[in-house]
């Protein structure tokens, strides 16, 4: 099982910026790739972004240009640096990593980002 802690949420006003990280119990090349989801209130979680071992990036329409993902393989960590927030990227975040052979799917605990107007 992979263990997955969260940290770097807050409050932030339009226009800010945050950065999240993920800190893994395992090796992200182990994992296979790490990715963040959010859920607003009333709403589904959804994808936000992910990244594979290769470093091959997805995101969101919704955050292109605005988010980044990246890792740091020697810390096993992965990062969410979003920019240009808006009041709709209110949401919890949370960490995810995939099944793999290896592993079970696992989620961090969420961290809250609240985005002012």
């Known amino acids: 099982q992979v263990q997955l802690v969260e940290s770097g949420g807050g409050l932030v006003q339009a226009g800010g910026s945050l950065r999240l990280s993920c800190a893994a119990s395992?090796?992200?090349?182990?994992?296979?790739?790490m990715g963040w989801y959010r859920q607003a209130p009333g709403k589904q979680r959804e994808l936000v972004a992910d990244?594979?071992?290769?470093?091959?990036?997805n995101y969101a329409d919704s955050v292109k240009g605005r988010f980044t993902i990246s890792t740091d393989n020697a810390k096993n960590t992965v990062y969410l640096q979003m920019n240009s927030l808006k009041p709709e990227d209110t949401a919890v975040y949370y960490c995810?990593?995939?099944?793999?052979?290896?592993?079970?799917?696992?989620w961090g605990q969420g961290t809250q980002v609240t985005v002012s107007s």
């Open positions: 990244i594979r071992s290769s470093g091959t990036t």
């Open positions: 995810h990593s995939p099944a793999s052979i290896l592993y079970k799917e696992s």
């Open positions: 395992r090796s992200i090349f182990s994992i296979g790739g």
